[in-house]
Every structure is written in structure tokens, then in C-alpha cells.
């Protein structure tokens, strides 16, 4: 109880801006007080922790509904629904920037089932490839369901909630748009407009490799979050800048091991990565090999998989996301996401026969 009152007095200061929003606060305040006895208060967001675009819609879900983030990867996914499932103090949930697949969609049925008995509120928002049976069965469990795979999570997440949101939120969602390669689409395109571009090109590139950079330490990634959450521009946390310029040194360093240790198939490159992300990798693979799709893949040690990333040039005309999708799953593992950019988790065995079952698979 302690923990939420904090919580709600953040959320008032950080919002006194108009008086009307102040009245709210203390209405909600006392209501909190009131229900002491009946038990469920909690809202929390449950978001990608890899990008920007997870990153930002979990502070601009904050900003508009307080509460706290819980930030995951792909595998950390269903480990996190599962402990928010015995929390007795839960009322309102949101999903964020995290796609299903084959393999998770059931479970994630599931346990949204399972939430809806409790009558937690959900609010499911992606904008990955999402079997249209999945929201069929969410919509009729009374899950909100916000999904556009033209726009990024977080446009999506402004676009719902603007009423709620400060006017910086339109930047957040811009730099979120711009690192997901959706700056170009139509709710995107008209938030980075208000913008300078290059401004916000710099401000999406800093953030996105302070997040990258920052992917053990997820006290770092709960402050981005805060700090984001908080109005504050990239450039005004201190020394992103000074990291960002650290991870630029890395991958130019990566650029030169791809040159080196990437291999070829006919219609794809790919190469493991040992000291590095995948997905920092990943498009160097592409690029460097010619290929119109890459794939750089790293080994998780503890779980006994490959974490895969692969990525389409503008010439690759298949889907990408759904391929990986149904050959991860029949190898025993998972993945999907976008046409040009998705992502694989495979069993550590099977990653030579994903990767010349996916070359076969994209000519
Ligand atoms: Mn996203």
C-alpha cells in the first residue's frame, strides 16, 4: 500500500501542469485510500526492453497511468506474465511492442484468460504480425486489443492516449518511430514533422544505443524509462551522449570482425556473433555480404539456444517475420516480427538447419 500512495503523489507532482489534472489526482488518491480492504490497485506495464520502442511505450504508458514497468526480452516474456498472474494486487495491465508466435500465443491465451477472471483490465499494443485467431480469442475475453503494423507501439501508444500525455510525448513517440524504421507512415511521419529531423535522428540514435548498451543493467533501463516518462530529452540525461560515442567505437570494431568471419549461402549471409549482440551485428551481415538477408546469431549459454536476428534488404520480397515464425516453432523454437526484421529464438542443435532451411526458404 505504501509502495502505490508513493507512487500516486509521484504521479500528481509530475503532472501538476493544469489544475484540472491536479483535482483528478486527489480523487484518485482518495479512492486508493478508501479500498485499503479490497485489494487490487496495481497498473503495470509489461514492455520490450531491447528498443526504443519498447523503452518509450513504457513511459508513455507510465506518464499516462503511473504505475510501474516491468522490461522484458522475447524469452523473459512469458516468465513475466506468469509472475503478474499471482499478483493479487494488479488491476490494470498493458502489453507492449511484444509480438506472439506460434509458440507463445497459446500460453499467452492462457494467461490473459486467466487475468480476466481476476478482472485485470488488459491492454494489449504491438504492431508485430499477429495470428488473426489470436485477436479474435483476446477480443473475446474483453482484452483491449490496439494493433496497426503501420505504426510502432509507441505512436500507437500516443495516438490512444494523447488526452493523457504531455505534448513531449509526440517526440518520444518520433525518435520510437524513426528506430523502428515506421518514421515514414502516416501517424509517424506527422509526429516527426513537428520536429527537426535531424534533431530527432540524433536524439532516436543515442537513445537506442544506451539502450543497447544497457541491456544488463535493467536498473539503467527502469531509470531511461522514469527519465523518459519525465519529459526529459535524450540529450538532457547525463552522458548518453558520452555512451553513445562508446558504442559507436564497438560496432566499428563489430563492422571489421563481420568483414572477416561472415559466411555466404546463395541467397543469404549469416555469421555467429560471440562478443556482441545479434541484432547490433545483424544488419552489418546483410550489408557487407551482399546478401538480401542476413542472419547473425549468438549463443544464450544458460538457456541452451541461439537468440537470431534477421534482416531483408528493400529488395528481399518475402516476409520475413512469418517464415522465421513457422520454421523456428517446427525446430523446436520461436520467433516472427516484421517483413524486413524479426527475430529467432532456436534450440542450440537445430541453428545450422534453421539457417540452410531458411536459405532455401527465400529464394
Ligand atoms: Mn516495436
Do not use: W
Amino acid at each position: 500500500m505504501v509502495v502505490s500512495k508513493n507512487k500516486i503523489i509521484k504521479k500528481t507532482a509530475a503532472k501538476k501542469v493544469t489544475k484540472k489534472t491536479a483535482a483528478k489526482k486527489v480523487t484518485k488518491k482518495t479512492a486508493a485510500k478508501k479500498v485499503t480492504t479490497s485489494q487490487r490497485t496495481k497498473v503495470i506495464c509489461i514492455s520490450h526492453k531491447e528498443d526504443c520502442d519498447g523503452i518509450s511505450s513504457a513511459a508513455l504508458i507510465r506518464q499516462a497511468f503511473g504505475g510501474d514497468s516491468i522490461l522484458v526480452d522475447y524469452p523473459g516474456q512469458m516468465d513475466a506474465l506468469n509472475q503478474v498472474v499471482l499478483d493479487e494486487k494488479l488491476k490494470t495491465l498493458f502489453i507492449c511492442d511484444l509480438g506472439l508466435s506460434k509458440k507463445t500465443q497459446d500460453e499467452f491465451i492462457d494467461l490473459m484468460t486467466r487475468l480476466r477472471k481476476n478482472k485485470v483490465s488488459i491492454t494489449y499494443i504491438d504492431h508485430h504480425d499477429i495470428d488473426p485467431t489470436v485477436v479474435t480469442a483476446l477480443e473475446k475475453l474483453k482484452v483491449k486489443v490496439i494493433h496497426d503494423i503501420n505504426e510502432c507501439t509507441t505512436v500507437q501508444v500516443y495516438n490512444a492516449y494523447k488526452s493523457k500525455l504531455k505534448d513531449h510525448a509526440s517526440f518520444v513517440a518520433a525518435c520510437a518511430a524513426i528506430t523502428d524504421y515506421m518514421q515514414d507512415r502516416p501517424l509517424g511521419s506527422k509526429l516527426l514533422q513537428i520536429y527537426d529531423r535531424q534533431f530527432a535522428l540524433i536524439s532516436a540514435t543515442v537513445m537506442t544505443y544506451n539502450i543497447v548498451g544497457h541491456q544488463r543493467e535493467p536498473d539503467y533501463l527502469q531509470y531511461l524509462v522514469e527519465e523518459l516518462a519525465d519529459s526529459k530529452f535524450p540529450h538532457d540525461i547525463p552522458n548518453t551522449f558520452e555512451f553513445a560515442q562508446i558504442q559507436v567505437e564497438k560496432l566499428s570494431q563489430i563492422i571489421a570482425k563481420v568483414k572477416k568471419g561472415m559466411k555466404t549461402m546463395s541467397n543469404l549471409g549469416h555469421m555467429e556473433i560471440l562478443d556482441s549482440g545479434a541484432s547490433g551485428a545483424v544488419n552489418f551481415v546483410m550489408g557487407l555480404s551482399g546478401k538480401d538477408v542476413g542472419v547473425a546469431y549468438k549463443e544464450r549459454i544458460d538457456h541452451g539456444i541461439y537468440a537470431v536476428s534477421v534482416r531483408g534488404s528493400d529488395n528481399c520480397k518475402v516476409h520475413l517475420g512469418r517464415i522465421v515464425n513457422l520454421l523456428a516453432t517446427s525446430l523446436g523454437g520461436s520467433g516472427g516480427g516484421h517483413d524486413k526484421a524479426c527475430g529467432a529464438v532456436v534450440p542450440k542443435p537445430k541453428i545450422k538447419k534453421f539457417i540452410t532451411e531458411l536459405n532455401k526458404k527465400i529464394k
